[in-house]
């Protein structure tokens, strides 16, 4: 994912979902008494998520810094959000081997909304999650695709010669818990294994209506990471096919013209942790390892 001003404006699902998730859990994050909080956000892409949900929940003399693996999404965000006060962008793969020094051990919170389905080594990441936190404590607040039909067409669209070449690495591509029977237990099993004392994992299972095809294509175009492999005048043809895919497993409603819809049933982990025993949603959890997994997994 590379095409930041792509992704800036057809990232309606990733908007909504942040949207609903940062509501709910605002009150529930631990804000330091000083207003001195330091938050750290992972893939924050073009940066629109984390200046229109994140930043405003922020206190005043709150320090913000977003990051990305990608230098195209942190150079996009840095120019479009870097004037405002407290708030930098920087580089970071968030499942690298070692941290860089002036970012670990820093923050009170860290958040990460669709980021982390694209992270093979979900334990390494979430080591480093772990890791950015302050010795003394903090808390973090993760949603991301645990599955998504997407990943379905990716599969059977490699199976077609015309894109097999560019597609051969698919799995890297595909969420580590699209396959698991049970996200929920297999999520909260990694948090328990880097060492956060408590926490309370969700799978939430939601659908999204696209209205019309081109919405659709617009927002596959946005994180599709085999487009970028192929030559440009194959796009819509990709494209095209992607659509007969899904068209193939009845997520379409209506006919074709202008009140055709595309459901995306998908299932989303947002999961709430802390490093130090405390309280969740105010009642107090016996350390060690009360853990809560709600939701149909
Ligand atoms: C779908 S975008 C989400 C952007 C933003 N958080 C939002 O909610 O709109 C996913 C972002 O994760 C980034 N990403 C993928 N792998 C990553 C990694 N290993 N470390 C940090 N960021 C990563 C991508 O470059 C991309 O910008
Ligand atoms: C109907 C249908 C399958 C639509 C495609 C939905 C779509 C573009 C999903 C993208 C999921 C994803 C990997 C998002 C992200 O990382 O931001």
Same mark, same amino acid.
């Given at each position: 994912m590379n095409q930041a001003s792509l992704y800036q404006h057809a990232n309606q699902v990733q908007r909504h979902d942040a949207k609903l998730i940062l509501d709910e859990f605002a009150s529930t994050l631990q804000w330091r008494s000083d207003g001195e909080d330091a938050l750290l956000d992972v +893939? &924050? +892409? &073009? +940066?629109n998520v984390l200046m229109d949900?994140?930043?405003?929940?922020?206190?005043?003399r709150g320090q913000l810094v977003g990051t990305d693996i990608s230098s195209q999404m942190v150079g996009y965000a840095s120019k479009h959000y870097q004037r405002e006060e407290r708030t930098r962008f920087q580089v970071l793969d968030i499942g690298c081997e070692q941290l860089p020094e002036e970012l670990s051990g820093r923050f009170d919170h860290v958040t990460s909304f669709y980021c982390l389905h694209w992270v093979q080594n979900l334990k390494g990441a979430l080591g480093n999650i772990y890791n950015l936190l302050k010795p003394e404590g903090g808390d973090v607040l993760l949603a991301f695709l645990a599955s998504n039909p997407v990943y379905e067409v990716y599969k059977i669209l490699k199976t077609n010669e015309k894109w097999s070449t560019y597609m051969q690495d698919v799995e890297q591509f595909i969420s580590p818990l699209h396959h698991s029977l049970n996200p929920g237990e297999e999520f909260s099993q990694l948090l328990t294994d880097v060492g956060f004392i408590q926490h309370n994992v969700e799978i939430r299972n939601e659908v999204f209506v696209y209205e019309g095809v081109r919405t659709v294509k617009d927002n596959v175009k946005a994180i599709c990471p085999f487009l970028e492999r192929m030559p440009m005048d194959l796009h819509e043809e990709f494209l095209d096919d992607f659509i007969d895919v899904v068209i193939s497993m009845n997520l379409q409603q209506g006919e074709?013209?202008?009140?055709q819809k595309f459901l995306s049933p998908y299932k989303l982990v947002v999961a709430y942790a802390r490093k130090t025993p405390e309280f969740v949603n105010n009642v107090f959890l016996e350390p060690p390892h009360q853990n809560l997994v709600k939701g149909i997994n």
């Open positions: +893939g &924050s +892409g &073009s +940066g949900f994140v930043r405003p929940l922020l206190p005043i074709k013209n202008e009140d």
